[in-house]
């Protein structure tokens, strides 16, 4: 259903469309062509959880016409205090396609098309027939991937095949949101080390001496389940699971004296729960959609190209241009390896734990490849066997001085390259 | 959060036997509830707030308050659903062209949520002022969104002192929020941590336990060594210090000699090559070994008229504060908050060390509670008014509580000395970087007093720039009255300057003026949405008295995606 712009309904749209502010770049501004131009953009939103579902809202409102949702996951009863186009009576359901429904039923002249399918799914003729992408996703590894995906989409032959991607999330009163402009701006990859990776307590604490009351849970989880239950796969959204890590994890607080183990804890241990509230999501999400509408139409200019916002002391905001890093192994023009210096005591598998606490690697199952050969490789299952025993050898037993690894998941369209160094 | 769902019973549990599970509601709200508990949980249920207005940006806030439950919300407005809401407040349908624009939007806010209750009063707001303002008394909060009369705003703050306002712009590209309430009293802040290690001044218990752990120090075994908590390692190595030279290490050139101290107490042969808990005592050095210092918000706090006297219209905080007071008074210290953070060593040892800390501090909140019961009973209250737990948060967070009375509408609008002095101070601190957010306000000033004027006249059109027409006269009028606001803050600030001189404006006034002229009073969704999540937190922090809201100013530059806080 193609509906201009020039009906009552759009009267406070069309004064920023028609008319050009103080601070609009003239060059790039023009009036004649900016709704047509608006009218035809195809924009895909990937995620239709908290700050999905306010996209959605928010592009509908801005006038933006051909909207895609992609989301794999379905609604549970603890997305209602923030995620509005669903009710209880959704819990269950896939949420790109309530999601959609929603805003149909409230914007009816807007087009939305619901993908239920994780974003590996698609392929790149997909992501090719976008103008633009905004991201609302709680996954580093997702976005990883579709940043490395458009990264890799990037040739300067077609200046089409760039395109934006408006990256936001949140956490608590917290958020950011940034423009990615493939090949030309800082990418995700490019600013990884600012995320801290998760600090993993040592087995050997979690085993021997515990403290913290999750040290407890963690030790329910990471060595009771495996143990008493077997092959039984945890889920940690069967309350029945959380229930008996709890019990067990309180248990053994009571026999060490700890206090603290409760089920919200539990269950904010094992899932690594970030808090989330509708208030921040509004923010980030309508920050991300300014910017696509500002890049879309140019009636004032997009953000170059981060923001930081803090609200739980007053409200601060950090607006700022993170640098491209000329070695980023997404985006990284001269694509030498990175050294890295290792102690000639440090076995393999000590080695990869170490790796994956890294800021600037923060992968969760690395494979590693030396000089024509396999270190330690988690698919296929035949091939791990194979390779486990390295585990326990010494990295300068298989790999020399000045020898190139490469660090690869295989949820990551992309693999880092290392070169080992002995101190 | 009381009736949990279901309770486990596990005869192998002993002392809490019963095993609580999360309640339904409690399964709902998680992952705010890990935010504000449910102490405020339930200050949100119980809060009641009106908006005064609806524009998108008010629902847009509404729809971040209902979301986490709050207890009730009344839309006041007189006017009608117009087509071109529909382009810009999700909280209105086609079909609800032409109802009562209260009514519709609070029916579809009121959908988002069924334990939040919404009613609305179909009314002008500023005549329902007049003709019945016993109806805004039940209201807990006020959220008032542009346009209306300075006027209305003046009669609602004075007939309504003591209920927290907060008063809305968006235009364009451009938004603000005002917040004003007397006196916010917020002690569950949120710092980063509220540890307090007390190394330099450490008490009987704690010295005890020092000298027993790091008994024969040089001669354990590896083991043993590796293990000794951080925090007595510390308490050990700064009394081998005093001894040597009477004072405790406090300028950066003696402590970093004293981490050579530490150093040099590390054994190196062992596995790894060095020890992770002389790495943590290493690394806390710089910020644990000091004397606490008391910040400067609770020194004023302190130093306040109504800490000072107490009297039976004292609310808890100052009956507690003032308890926190004497006891200061009389130790030079502050209660123990009582945290410890986690540090490498044996469970047994880190709870016996975690346990010292914990028994200090509920023998400091002892101290504590029994001055609060002697000063209530000295005003006339129950002695057992203020429960333990009450007291207990303000001593764990000590500190860190925060005393803001926002100033009132009155005073920055009618320009007293000091707004203008400090819209003076902001101007000058932004001399040749032309980026700050004043200006902005400043031609906000310009284009409320151009609504004042449309709505005193019988103008049919309230808003510079509706039409393409009047940009250009109405743009003159907002500027005009930029002018006369920078002419009284001169005045008000004892400039002298040639009476017949031209005023200035400074070039970033006339860009806002001309960026807020161009919306023509229109609201853009994305700018409203993201201010109605600033100010749905604000709100929030205020109706909690948890973490600590801005004040009082906050703007929103929908160009350079940034915002700045001012008091004004
Ligand atoms: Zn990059």
Known sequence: MAVGYDVEKWKYLRRVLERAGPFTDKDSFDASMVKEALKDVKILVIGAGGLGCEILKNLALTGFKNIDVIDMDTIDVSNLNRQFLFRSSDVGQPKATCAANFIKSRVPDVNITPHFCAIQDKDIDFYMSFNSIICGLDSVEARRWINATLVNMVDWNNPDTCKPLIDGGTEGFKGQSRVILPKMTSCYECSLDMLTPRQAVPICTLATIPRQPAHCIEWASILEWPRVKGDLKMDTDDPEHITWLYTTALKRAQEFGIEGVTYTLTQGVVKNIIPAIASTNAIIAASCCNEAFKLATNTAPFLNNYMMYTGNEAVYTYTFEHERKENCPVCGEQNEPTNVTIRKDVKLGEWIEELKARADIQLKRPSLMGLGKSLYVQQPPQLEEKTRPNLEKLVSELVGNGEEVAVSDSALPFSLRLRVLYE | ????????????????????????????????????????????????????????????????????????????????????????????????????????????????????????????????????????????????????????????????????????????????????????????????????????????????????????????????????????????????????????????????????????????????GSEENFDEAYAAVMNHVKKTEISSSLKEIFKDQKCEQLGAESSDFWIIARAVRDFYNENSELPMSGTLPDMKAESKDYITLQKTYRRKAQEDLDKVEASVQKHLASVGRDASAIPRSTIETFTKHTNYVKLIRFRTLEQEYKVDDTHAATVKRQIAFDEGMDESLIYLTIALKGYQKFIDDRLASSSTSLHPGETDESIEADTEDVLKNAKHYLALLAQKTGETRDPTAEEVVPQLVVDWVGEIVRSGGGELHNISSMMGGIAAQEIIKIITHQYIPSNNTILVDGIKSKTAVFEL
């Open chain 2, 1 to 272: 959060m009381a009736d949990p769902e279901a309770v486990i019973a596990d005869p192998s549990l002993s002392g809490h036997a019963a095993v609580s599970l999360p309640s339904a509601k409690e399964k709902k709200y998680d992952r705010q509830l890990r935010l504000w508990g449910s102490s405020g949980q339930e200050a949100l249920e119980n809060a009641h707030i009106a908006l005064i207005n609806v524009s998108a940006v008010g629902t847009e806030t509404l729809k971040n308050l209902v979301l986490p439950g709050i207890g009730h919300f009344t839309v006041i407005d007189s006017g009608r659903v117009e087509e071109a809401d529909l382009g810009v407040n999700f909280f209105v349908t086609a079909d609800s062209v032409g109802r009562s624009r209260a009514e519709a939007v609070s029916e579809l806010l009121g959908e988002l949520n069924p334990d939040s209750e919404g009613t609305y009063i179909n009314a002008a707001p500023s005549d329902l002022l007049e003709s019945s303002p016993e109806t805004f008394s039940k209201f807990t909060h006020f959220l008032i969104s542009s346009p209306v009369s300075t006027s209305f705003l003046f009669n609602l703050q004075s007939r309504f002192p003591n209920t927290p306002l907060f008063f809305l712009y968006s235009l364009g590209f451009v938004s603000s929020l005002r917040i004003s309430v007397p006196e916010l009293t917020v002690v569950e802040t949120h710092p980063e941590s509220t540890v307090d290690l007390r190394l330099l001044n450490p008490w009987p218990e704690l010295s005890q336990l020092m000298e027993e752990r790091t008994k024969g120090l040089d001669t354990m075994s590896e083991k043993e060594h590796g293990h000794v908590p951080y925090v007595l390692l510390l308490l050990y190595y700064l009394k081998e210090w005093k001894t040597q030279y009477g004072t405790y290490p406090s300028n950066y050139k003696e402590k970093s000699a004293f981490k050579d101290l530490l150093r040099n107490g590390m054994r190196t042969d062992v596995a790894g």
